[in-house]
């Protein structure tokens, strides 16, 4: 078909042009006779018409050297354009060579790539097989480290619990000592100042009040104070003594003891605990947020089922405690209109005592008060001093071991006291007789 079109495009241009060229000459012709006859008509204007004519056909001639120009053009551009189509024929025919070469490269390829395939599944089974033994290995060794984890974590408690009764006891033990210490020195005196006012009252008594206490119990409060002073002076007091200093020396020891322990936990055990601290906390905080909210849903739904039941006993065993505050009611009425004139004459005998008891009972406050504030703060500090006693120091735990040391020393002087002077009689053992085979029975002297 492009053959066929190069051919017919040109030969229609030349059929054009021969057209248009017959065309021009004979109008060029007609012009010619047409002047000839006017020549032989008038000779007159033969010149203007040959002037005209010579004009025309230079006209005309530069019409046709136009015209031969456009068809050079034309024949140019026909001329590109078979080679255009050439080219592209070429490329066409090369292309679908290329075409022909990649459909056979293609299926080489694809047969390649199948043999790939198999190989690259094979290693990648291979590499699977390879990785579950390796999680296998490390499922194991999980299963070790986890063993070793829950030993470690064991092991740190252990000696978390050993540090801190190490450090509870040397504590308490600074503590007791230095405040036995300043507490049986203020007991000391306030011992010896209540003896003195005792001893002073009592004279006091037996003097105004005569009547009131026979003489031989003045006598015998006397000889007991005197006693008392005396045993305090010559047993209690050196007793006490002997017993801060070996205090002193064991909080001493066990201090010295504890201070390279208690640097080693620190230096190794104390920055694990933290993190494993931290570790647990960051795990167990969602689970008691749930159990709380659990125990509080709970505790709604205890509430909202117990309360008609408990509204119910209320209503049920209200008739009956009526019943009984009748039944009741005169005999503590008789009760109290009997005990109602001892009660008064009671009052009356006490009223100037109690007066003292409570101005003294009323000093005894102040002083305990201040001393619980001290050793409050004491305790406050020494808590807040070490990290592992931090979360301990509360205002209810100080108070208690505030008001545990302010009792300590009043218990041991009791014990003391009890010690020195209430010895217990020794009991006779029950084989009394089997210690003593040979022993004659004691003859009864008839009464003459």
Request: hydrophobic share 40%; proline share 3%.
């Amino acid at each position: 078909m492009a053959e066929t079109l190069r051919i017919r495009i040109p030969f229609m241009l030349l059929l054009v042009i021969s057209f248009l060229l017959t065309g021009m000459v004979r109008a060029d012709e007609v012009d010619v006779d047409d002047g000839v006859k006017k020549v032989e008509d008038a000779d007159s204007g033969v010149l203007r018409e040959m002037e005209q004519l010579r004009f025309k056909i230079s006209s005309l001639d530069a019409i046709i050297a136009e015209k031969n120009r456009e068809i050079e053009r034309k024949e140019g551009a026909l001329a590109e354009i078979d080679k255009s189509l050439k080219e592209k024929s070429h490329t066409i025919a090369t292309l679908q060579r290329e075409i022909e070469l990649i459909q056979n490269k293609e299926a080489v390829d694809s047969a390649e790539l199948l043999e790939k395939s198999h190989s690259r599944s094979a290693s990648l089974e291979k590499q699977v097989e390879n990785l579950k033994s390796e999680l296998q290995l490390q499922n194991k060794n999980k299963e070790v480290l986890l063993a070793r984890a829950t030993e470690f974590e064991n092991r740190v408690e252990v000696q978390t619990s050993k540090l801190k009764n190490l450090e509870k006891i040397n504590a308490e033990q600074q503590r007791r000592i230095k405040k036995t210490e300043r507490l049986l020195k203020v007991a000391e005196e306030e011992l010896v100042k209540e003896i003195e006012k005792a001893a002073s009252k009592i004279r006091e008594l037996t003097e105004i009040h005569g009547a009131w206490l026979p003489t031989w119990l003045a006598v015998h409060l006397d000889h007991c104070l005197e006693y008392t002073i005396t045993e305090w002076n010559h047993h209690g007091k050196p007793a006490l003594e002997s017993f801060l200093q070996k205090a002193s020396e064991i909080s001493a020891q066990a201090q010295k003891h504890a201070e390279p322990h208690l640097d080693i936990i620190k230096e190794k055990w104390v920055p694990t605990l933290k993190d494993q601290y931290a570790t647990f906390s960051t795990f167990i905080s969602p689970h008691v947020k749930k159990a709380s909210t659990k125990t509080i849903e709970f505790y709604e739904v205890t509430l909202v089922t117990i309360k008609p039941h408990v509204l119910k006993m209320q209503e049920v065993a209200k008739p009956y405690y009526q019943d009984v505050k009748k039944l009741s009611k005169p005999y503590i009425e008789q009760v109290a209109s009997v005990a109602k004139p001892h009660v008064e004459k009671v009052r009356i005998t006490l009223k100037p005592y109690t007066k003292k008891a409570v101005r003294v009972y009323g000093k005894f406050l102040k002083t305990s008060t201040v001393y619980h504030h001290q050793v409050q703060a004491l305790a406050l500090e020494n808590l807040q001093k070490y990290e592992l006693t931090k979360a301990l120091a509360t205002k209810e735990l100080v108070w208690f071991l505030a008001s545990a040391i302010l009792a300590l020393p009043i218990y041991l002087l009791y014990n003391i006291i009890l010690s020195i002077f209430c010895t217990k009689p020794r009991k006779p053992s029950q084989n009394s007789q089997d210690d003593h085979p040979h022993r004659r029975h004691k003859r009864r002297h008839v009464d003459k």
